[in-house]
């Protein structure tokens, strides 16, 4: 089967990009710099990403506000238009089907956008649930680019011709001009920096994403999959089939602010109000190993020579110079401070349950 390609594909052999299968996409893991200096130019600076492989629904019609409310496990009725929020869907079983971000345009018409590897899925899923509302697939029409980091606003301020200065986190404004190219504006990210994503069309994709990395006052660093994964993981966020999946509930994965049991019915509903009555059998939580190592997914986490879980991510933090992780292990044993091993390559090392998130930006001003 051969992989997707978003319409960025022919710009990363200008930019040292090397490419890598991802969910179904051939997309860039780096570029020229390495990803240690992505990284770190997120955190200090502003990074440029190509995320185009995002898929985006439309919903429309008098139904769509309560159709999506009955799909999701957050509540769409506390939006108002220009703003958006972010929810686990689930199956009856109250697995986790994906994790979206809806964006309320109207009372009649929204944006759900979905994972990659998941497009298929959540549209076979969200008609099978709601075939009577209008579900309309943007993917092909649709390109995403984020700009994150502490200059991100700055960035943005001064190439688009509505303020986003003031723009409050989890909102957006349509119909802006950024480099004279028409934009949704969008300020949210998947870094734990402050940053924006702009939604375009396919045919302007190249020409913004050229003119933002090489016609701006500000030295922005092309930022590929690898530099994405540190950054999101250092900031807790989680990524779909790592930390949600199938077979792992919102609960599980520490997303209770997220899943609205009191909202009325939904999909999954019954099968988490069970499961918040008994209590998660399982937990997500951090840990930093404490000897040299990195654990990947799927390491198995011991304690006292017992298996009580698997590590769902984990890296080697450039921020923190730590390695880290999260693992879901049996609720029982995930307390702060605990010690506990992970095997890696036959190996166990010393490993330690801390706080999440990691690291948390320090906010300023903008």
Not at 2 to 5: A, G, Y
Not at 48 to 65: K, P, Q
Not at 183 to 201: A, H, K, N, P
Not at 226 to 240: K, M, S, V
């Given at each position: 089967m051969?992989?997707?390609?978003t319409p960025l594909y022919s710009l990363y052999e200008r930019y040292g990009g090397k490419t890598v299968p991802f969910g179904g996409w051939d997309m860039p893991v780096q570029y020229r710099g390495g990803i240690l200096q992505e990284h770190i130019a997120v955190r200090t600076q502003v990074g440029?990403?190509?995320?185009?492989?995002?898929?985006?629904?439309?919903?429309?019609?008098?139904?769509?506000?309560s159709a999506i409310n009955r799909l999701i496990t957050n509540d769409v009725t506390r939006l108002v238009d220009g703003q958006a929020l972010y929810s686990p869907v689930c199956h009856e079983n109250g697995g986790t089907v994906d994790d979206v971000l809806v964006y309320r345009f109207?009372?009649?018409?929204?944006?759900?956008?979905v994972n990659a590897s998941n497009i298929e899925k959540d549209l076979s899923h969200f008609r099978a649930h709601e075939p009577t509302v209008t579900i309309k697939d943007r993917s092909q029409e649709t390109a995403l680019l984020a700009l994150q980091g502490p200059q991100a606003v700055d960035l943005l301020e001064s190439v688009a011709d509505q303020s986003v200065r003031d723009l409050p986190y989890y909102h957006f404004l349509q119909d802006v001009s950024v480099l004279g190219i028409s934009?949704?504006?969008?300020?949210?990210?998947?870094?734990?920096?402050?940053?924006?994503?702009?939604?375009?069309?396919h045919e302007d994709a190249q020409a913004l994403f050229g003119a933002l990395a090489e016609k701006t006052n500000f030295p922005v660093t092309l930022v590929?999959?690898?530099?994405?994964?540190?950054?999101?993981?250092?900031?807790?966020?989680?990524?779909?089939?790592?930390e949600l999946s199938d077979t792992i509930t919102p609960l599980e994965a520490g997303l209770s602010p997220f899943v609205k049991l009191d909202k009325g019915a939904f999909v999954g509903r019954a099968a988490l109000v069970a499961e918040r009555e008994k209590g998660s059998a399982r937990k997500l939580i951090g840990f930093e190993l404490t000897e040299r190592g990195i654990a990947r997914a799927e390491c198995d986490v011991f304690m006292d020579g017992k298996r009580i879980g698997f590590v769902t991510s984990g890296t080697f933090s450039p921020t923190l110079q730590k390695s880290i992780g999260l693992a879901l292990?049996?609720?029982?044993?995930?307390?702060?401070?605990?010690?506990?091993?992970?095997?890696?390559?036959?190996?166990?090392?010393?490993?330690?349950?801390?706080?999440?998130?990691?690291?948390?930006?320090?906010?300023t001003s903008s």
């Open positions: 051969s992989l997707k390609r440029l990403f190509d995320v185009s492989h995002m898929g985006e629904f439309e919903f429309s019609g008098a139904d769509s506000e109207a009372a009649d018409r929204f944006m759900v956008v934009c949704i504006v969008s300020r949210t990210g998947y870094t734990g920096e402050d940053g924006f994503e702009l939604y375009v069309s590929g999959l690898g530099a994405r994964d540190t950054l999101r993981l250092e900031a807790r966020l989680p990524l779909y089939g790592h292990v049996e609720a029982q044993h995930a307390e702060i401070g605990k010690m506990c091993e992970v095997e890696i390559r036959g190996k166990r090392l010393q490993a330690v349950f801390v706080k999440t998130p990691f690291y948390r930006r320090t906010k």
